[in-house]
């Protein structure tokens, strides 16, 4: 190289070098301060502590950034989650996802300022369901945008669509945020790689339009409320690798043919509507690793070509409709799917367990629930997999047992096993648990004991065990019952106490211990109960107290106290402050409620109904109302007057004061009780005049205040008469006077709606509300309440006038009671609006005129009482009116035809007007009645409903419907 050349490349690479230097040794650029000052008014717009932090993970990551100055300026490029720009120093990436941020976005929002921002990371907070700002178009350079699980609600900004060079889009899990159009949102938005939006709401057809993204390799849309037909053309997308749409069960479409060329890798259909047949074709999926169709309407056969798919370590094809299962198993030494860990197969009709088991080595989690399998668990099923497997499921089939139990014991690393629903039988191998176990849910069986059941106790990390609905009787060996052990669950059987029960004291976890419905006698020991004990459950046995009982208040943790239904004496047993709810329903104890009990502030259920209990309830008792939800004191004897200091912000959904000696007048600060739905104070000594104020609770569906001495109008005409939420009114028994109140009737809206819907009950997920019914000898009892039950009964008062037309607007209405009154005038027709009336008794008053022929159209109708009144004419005939015996009809001379021995067209005897009846004056009929079976429904109170509602409707429905329906 000549010299020349040699000097000028010798001094081109000192200068390279000297560059080089220059740049490395030059400081990194700091953050512009007015993206600083961006970031800091950002952070002080928010509540920001661990009190606030979304997830355990969660963490103030704004607790490191400081307005402190380096060199004379605030360097937010060193704060934790910014990012910068190398070169320019501008903030490009922010990340606070679970940083305990707890306030609302606003548009003016500092965080717009941030121009150069291209990855915005918000998930895991709590925006307190704002909804994100418009100005967030503001931010055109964004790439990556994650709104997840932040509480933000409302609709999404149309300007979201203006950030056309995003890839990744993530607002899922936000269940109060909406999305008007799919459409428009991702019209703009041609680069995206990411559209996650699962659980938003969209609730609209899945656009064509997707299909266009030819980058997309990520879409989730579970539970959006999806519907129509899912474009085939989206399976068909070059990138796509995961496509999520469960749970979004108004979504049809079926799968396509597939190309070796398709890279999916997840494949979740669940719980839509998808149907016809799985493509042969769906073995090209070389990179399948999640198959998840359970819950769909596929059909037909499940192709050989499944065994192709090499790479699948989640296979879920449960509740299909799938006519041939061979491919399952009679399958070959040849067919397996050698990277399996999750298999569910439940709700197949499988008959026998799947052949290609055998060949399974990685299966950790084994589903077979809810199937036809029968005989016992052949060994060979745990052969292959007895390394890894880690949860058997096995549940609601008709397995008798094992082959080998002895072979179980060679899972090393089995934690769960539910055999619940099946028919095991006898002694259970407890050798079948291996020593990792911490699950075991043997319920609804036929199980006696356990087979060595000592050997338990080398099972160092059991948790759980259930063995509810069994056969076990007599002790119970405590020696099953592992160190570790949290919940014990043994409700529903025979026994009848512990085995060396002192060893309980050793269970320093036990959490729940439920011994409902056994045959616990004498005293419990107490002794048996573990410090850290939640929940104790004895109801439903034989016990007459504790041993050492005052160790009851040596349980700090305890929340859930459940003894009803026992033979428990002497004074109530006071719990500790931990308690929630106390329940000692249906014993023998006495003495007075004790004060103390108003000093358990955590309390939120209180029942003491049907016991002995005396004296007055303390006033205190209304300062618990603040956090009590219901309140039963049903069946004692407890006297003097309700308190009348109902906390302001009373929290009670239930009062029920009713057969008691309570006296004086019902108190006006109950008002204070908004959430009020139950109130009965019925069966007392109540001396008031109707609460006018009661239709102040906006939510009262149930009022009973039956058999006091209330007095006088049931309404002021001066005050409206709403109760529009009323679903069931008892007044029966007392001394109410006046015109029926028509007004009232007009406004009682929840009466004149009855639902096609499913039953349910006014449970409320606190207690099931009852309803107890005495009528002379006979107490009823209405254990849980139908929601759709709609009832009113103003029996046994001094109300006159005639019958208000309006009634026939209450179209829901199943049972109606006017009897024992001093009504006079006709029927009115409207009555046979009431089609889905089951109970109607107008008896013993002085109605006049014909029955109206349109009753016979009342096809549901099963009770029909008028008799004693001034009746005349024929008597309709047709439908139920068939059925009615003569007693329902007697007393009025001038009627006439079946079931009345006397013809229609017969002379009518004069009657004597000294035997008119003349109104129930005094509240009792002249009539007496020996309450039977077959004679429910005569007199007071709504006994009938009770019949109707529980055993015709719940328990003979088909023989309700074939017997009475139209005809």
Not at 452 to 474: A, K, M
Request: negative net charge.
């Amino acid at each position: 190289m000549p010299t020349c050349l040699r000097f000028l490349f010798s001094d081109l690479l000192v200068l390279f070098l000297l560059l080089l230097t220059a740049s490395l040794s030059s400081p990194q650029p700091l953050c512009h301060q007015d993206e600083s000052l961006a970031l800091m008014q950002f952070k002080d717009s928010f509540i920001i502590d661990n009190d606030t932090c979304m997830t355990w993970s969660s963490y103030p990551k704004t607790a490191s950034w400081s307005v402190e100055a380096k060199g004379g300026r605030s360097d937010c490029c060193s704060w934790e989650g910014v990012e910068c720009n190398h070169h320019t120093g501008h903030v490009i990436g922010l990340d606070l996802s679970a940083s305990c941020l707890n306030g609302s976005i606003n548009s003016n929002s500092s965080l717009f300022r941030l121009s150069h921002l291209r990855s915005l990371n918000l998930a895991y907070n709590n925006f307190n369901y704002s909804k994100i700002p418009s100005t967030v178009g503001n931010l055109s350079r964004l790439t990556y945008l994650n709104f997840s699980e932040s509480y933000v609600s409302g609709k999404v900004p149309f300007e979201v669509s203006y950030l056309s060079k995003l890839s990744s889009l993530d607002f899922s899990s936000n269940y109060d945020l909406v999305i008007g159009s799919l459409t428009r949102l991702v019209q703009n938005l041609t680069r995206l790689e990411e559209i996650l939006l699962s659980y938003v709401n969209i609730s609209s057809r899945v656009p064509k339009s997707l299909a266009n993204l030819s980058s997309l390799r990520t879409l989730e849309l579970e539970g959006c409320g999806l519907y129509g037909e899912f474009p085939i053309q989206i399976f068909q997308l070059p990138e796509l690798q995961n496509l999520d749409i469960r749970s979004n069960e108004n979504l049809t479409g079926q799968l396509p043919e597939f190309h070796s060329s398709t890279v999916l890798q997840t494949l979740q259909l669940s719980q839509t509507s998808f149907s016809a047949k799985l493509p042969t074709s769906i073995g090209n999926l070389n990179s399948l690793e999640g198959l998840c169709i359970d819950y769909c309407n596929f059909s037909g056969s499940i192709p050989n070509s499944i065994w192709n798919l090499t790479q699948l370590t989640n296979l879920h094809l449960s509740g299909n409709s799938f006519d041939d299962l061979s491919c399952l198993t009679k399958a070959n030494s040849n067919d397996t799917l050698p990277h399996l860990q999750y298999l569910h197969l439940s709700s197949l009709n499988l008959t026998k367990f799947p052949n290609f088991l055998r060949n399974q080595n990685k299966l950790e989690t084994l589903i077979l629930s809810q199937n036809n399998i029968h005989g016992i668990i052949p060994k060979w099923v745990f052969n292959a997999s007895k390394e890894s497997l880690q949860g058997l499921f096995l549940y609601n089939n008709f397995l008798t047992g094992f082959e080998n139990s002895q072979d179980v014991l060679h899972l090393p690393n089995l934690q769960e096993v539910d055999l619940t629903n099946n028919r095991l039988q006898g002694t259970f191998s407890i050798s079948l648990v291996a020593p990792s176990i911490r699950s075991l849910y043997l319920s609804n069986n036929f199980l006696t004991g356990f087979e060595n059941s000592r050997d338990v106790l080398h099972l160092p990390n059991l948790q759980e065990v259930d063995l509810t609905n069994n056969r076990l009787q007599g002790t119970f060996s405590i020696s099953l019952v592992a160190p570790s052990i949290r919940s014990l669950y043994l409700s529903n059987n025979f026994l009848t106490g512990f085995e060396n029960s002192r060893n309980v004291l050793h269970l320093p976890n036990l959490h729940d211990l439920d011994l409902t419905n056994n045959r616990l006698q004498e005293t419990f020991l107490i002794s048996l109960v573990a410090p850290s004990i939640r929940g104790l459950y004895l109801s439903n046995n034989f016990l007459t107290g504790f041993e050492n009982s005052r160790d009851v208040l040596r349980l700090p943790n305890l929340q859930h106290l459940d003894l009803e239904n026992n033979r428990l004496r002497g004074f109530l047993p006071i719990p500790p402050p931990s308690i929630r709810s106390y329940r000692v329903r249906n014993n023998s104890f006495t003495g007075e409620v004790s004060p103390l009990f108003c000093n358990l502030s955590s309390l939120y259920v209180l029942d003491f109904s049907y016991n002995n209990l005396s004296g007055q309830l303390h006033p205190c008792f209304c300062k618990l109302s603040q956090t009590l939800k219901v309140l039963a004191l049903r069946g004692n004897n407890i006297g003097g007057t309700i308190p009348d200091e109902w906390a302001k912000r009373c929290s009670l959904s239930m009062i029920d004061l009713s057969q008691n000696q309570f006296q004086g007048q019902l108190p006006r600060s109950l008002d204070n009780c908004k959430e009020l739905r139950y109130l009965d104070v019925g069966n007392n000594k109540i001396h008031d005049t109707f609460p006018l104020w009661l239709e102040t609770l906006p939510v009262l569906q149930i009022l009973i205040l039956r058999s006091n001495g209330f007095y006088g109008a049931i309404r002021n005409i001066q005050i409206n008469c709403t109760f529009s939420n009323l679903h069931i009114i008892d007044l029966s028994h007392n001394n109410f006077s006046g015109d029926l109140p028509a007004e009232c009737f007009q406004q009682w809206n929840a009466m004149k709606l009855f639902g096609a819907k499913e039953l349910q009950y006014l449970d409320y997920s606190i207690i099931s509300y009852s309803i107890t019914l005495t009528t002379r000898s006979i107490e009823l009892k209405y254990e849980r309440i139908q929601d759709e039950l709609k009832v009113i009964d103003l029996s046994c008062n001094r109300f006159e006038g005639g019958i208000p037309e309006v009634v026939g607007n209450l179209k829901g209405l199943h049972i109606l009671n006017f009897s024992n009154n001093a009504l006079f005038g006709h029927i009115p027709s409207s009555l046979a609006n009431l089609t889905n009336l089951e109970s109607l008794d107008l008896s013993q008053n002085n109605l006049i005129g014909e029955i109206p022929l349109q009753l016979a159209q009342l096809t549901f109708l099963a009770f029909f009482k008028v008799f004693n009144n001034r009746l005349t004419g024929p008597i309709p005939h047709g439908n139920q009116f068939d059925t009615f015996p003569n007693s329902s009809f007697n007393g009025n001379l001038g009627l006439c035809g079946k079931p009345l021995s006397k013809a229609c067209g017969d002379s009518l005897p004069t009657p004597d007007p000294t035997l008119m009846f003349e109104g129930n004056q005094d509240g009792v009929s002249p009539f007496e009645f020996g309450w039977k079976v077959v004679a429910i429904g005569y007199g007071c109170g709504f006994v009938v409903g009770i019949v109707i509602g529980q055993w015709v409707i719940a328990r003979k429905q088909d023989w309700f419907v074939n017997t009475f329906r139209k005809k």
